[in-house]
């Protein structure tokens, strides 16, 4: 049995992940939740740098968790959340969607899948949410299955 406090949607997975973020510099957090095809969710949240260029998003992160929990070719759904994290509380009013970079290796992920895997954005109050496809957020993405061609 499980209830809203022992099994917390994924968005709320997301934000809570935000909370661990490392973002001194842009002091925006960010937090990924993806969720295995059997239910299994695993985390990760954005990586800052003092060589700013060598910062690591949340998704990344997140996808390099499930990769070692699951397997990308496992992947289901996403959800992504960013905002202010103080006092222990990740606040905001933009829903946050993915930069391109992360939709690429989110697509890379869902063409392993063969599943145009869910992508759920919200903004850091968890109060606003969009629902995406990954086709609709990289539309005509390059992929592992173009390389069906090469030598
Ligand atoms: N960020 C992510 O973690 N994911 C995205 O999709 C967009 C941006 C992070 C990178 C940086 O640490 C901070 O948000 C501000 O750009």
């Known amino acids: 049995m499980s209830d809203a406090s022992s099994n917390p949607s994924l968005v709320e997975r997301a934000r809570e992940a935000a909370?661990?973020?490392y973002a001194p510099y842009s002091r925006f957090s960010v937090g990924c939740a993806i969720?295995?095809?059997?239910?299994e969710v695993a985390v990760g949240a954005n990586m800052e740098n003092a060589c700013y260029r060598l910062g690591v998003c949340a998704e990344i992160a997140a996808l390099t968790a499930a990769q070692a929990a699951f397997g990308l070719d496992r992947v289901a759904r996403?959800?992504?959340s960013g905002g202010s994290a103080e006092h222990g509380i990740l606040s905001g009013e933009s829903v946050v969607t993915s930069c391109g970079g992360c939709r690429q290796s989110i697509l890379e992920a869902a063409q392993l899948a063969g599943r145009d895997v869910e992508v759920i954005s919200s903004n850091g109050n968890g109060t606003q949410t969009r629902v995406d496809r990954?086709?609709?957020l990289i539309p005509h993405g390059f992929g592992p299955a173009n390389l069906k061609d090469s030598g």
């Open 35 to 39: 969720e295995s095809v059997d239910g």
């Open 19 to 21: 909370l661990r973020a």
């Open 134 to 136: 990954i086709s609709e």
């Open 78 to 80: 996403i959800a992504v």
